[in-house]
């Protein structure tokens, strides 16, 4: 595959794991005594997902591929609330459909505020760490899933008496863990794209 058809491929496949991750973030994960989302391991690839596209195609394609899942996840939020409010037949049960594209306008604030930061902040930290492709890979990532969890949580759960210090703490820990895994993908990346 040539150079530009597989960065494209890179970009929509960095936008779908954004927006399935969006979908599935409400249905949420007992992991031993840790209570974290489901979308935790597929965004959490996203980070790592992110700095491959950056490693193979530079600052402004990682850029680019951020505010594109921004605005994709927007427009997803937007279209759920547009065609839930649309009438419905009498015999369909939307029930279903309610309980994925209707959520509440703090937790879709919380969502894109938190993505848009960490992205950012993962692309600013990534174009600047020097040293090895995998430590700044895995530094940007452990800067961007801070401000993620952090900003997250903050947005969409201080003030309803949820335990935002222990929500923290098991998001920190899972997501980076999984983002660690990820960085030979990387190096994988780097090296298909250079070969192309």
């Not at 989302?37 to 992110?50: D, E, K, S």
């Not at 850029?63 to 899942?69: F, L, R, T």
Request: positive net charge; glycine residues 6%; charged residues 10%.
């Amino acid at each position: 595959m040539e150079r530009a058809p597989l960065l494209a491929s890179l970009v929509a496949l960095y936008v779908a794991a954004e927006v399935i991750s969006n979908v599935t973030a409400g249905r949420l994960v007992q992991l031993g005594p840790v209570v974290v989302p489901g979308a935790i391991f597929l965004y959490a690839m996203t980070f790592t997902l992110r700095d491959a596209i950056h490693a193979a195609g530079g600052v402004r394609l990682a850029k680019s591929a951020v505010w594109s899942g921004f605005f994709a996840n927007l427009l997803l939020a937007l279209y759920g609330l547009f065609v839930i409010h649309l009438p419905a037949p009498a015999w369909f049960d939307d029930a279903p459909y309610r309980a994925v594209l209707v959520q509440s306008a703090r937790v879709v604030a919380a969502s894109l505020s938190a993505y848009l930061a960490a992205q950012l902040a993962n692309t600013w930290a990534f174009e600047r760490i020097s040293g090895a492709l995998w430590w700044r890979s895995a530094a940007s990532n452990a800067l961007a899933i801070a401000v993620d969890t952090a900003v997250f949580i903050t947005l969409a759960f201080a003030g309803t008496g949820a335990p935002l210090l222990s929500l923290m703490a098991g998001q920190l820990l899972f997501k980076f863990a999984a983002s660690l895994l990820l960085i030979p993908l990387v190096y994988g990346v780097r090296a298909r794209v250079a070969g192309a």
